[in-house]
């Protein structure tokens, strides 16, 4: 299977309960505990353990991970590598939330941005609704250039959501930017979805 530059691991406390679900992709694989799917042969685990785009070509590749809960007191937190420095066909969303598995079409959820046109890039937190989409907040990290950054990312009951980052890709996190947006309140889906030309088809990690 091909990998590209994605790495990810999350967790959720889901209505005061805590209730976890991660991914070290340590068992070697994507296929179980737990189940990733959309377009497999376009991602793999790599030697490192983490989960790599492996494609080829100019394209999109995408992997959801099923996960149906209400967006109370969530948290979700991973790492991320862009092996490139990002533009607008160059990039990578990282969903926190969906209701459709297909991360490609109409949705309604919330989305990570790493990359977007021009040279001030920075991590921002997206709304989508059908194929509609709004910023919610934006952070001050700037991801211009290649990068390897944590992501921590926390919504309350109310709907506020705090995004934090560790720019040097460790655990201490700094809060960078707040919004509130409680439009969609369920979520069925998390996952992946990587924007690339023929030079980055390989460049794409997510893990933890």
Known sequence: MKTRFLVVAFSLALQGTLAQVSDSFSDGNFTSNPAWSGNDTDFTVNPGFQLQLNSSGTDTSYLQNPNTYTLNNCEWNFWIRLNFAPSA????????????????????????????????????????????????????????????????????????????????????????????????????????NCFYTSSNSTDIYLDD
């Open 89 to 192: 066909s160059n990039n990578a969303r990282v969903y926190l939330a969906s209701d459709q598995a297909n991360l490609q079409g109409a949705l309604n959820g919330y989305f990570l941005q790493f990359g977007e046109a021009l040279s001030n890039d920075q991590v921002e937190l997206f709304r989508q609704t059908g194929t509609a989409t709004t910023s919610v907040c934006r952070g001050s990290t700037l991801i211009a250039s290649a990068f390897s950054i944590r992501v921590k990312v926390v919504r309350d009951n109310a709907g506020l959501w705090t995004l934090s980052v560790d720019p040097t890709g460790g655990t201490n996190y700094v809060q960078e930017a707040q919004g509130t947006d409680a439009t969609h309140t369920t979520t069925a889906f998390f996952g992946l």
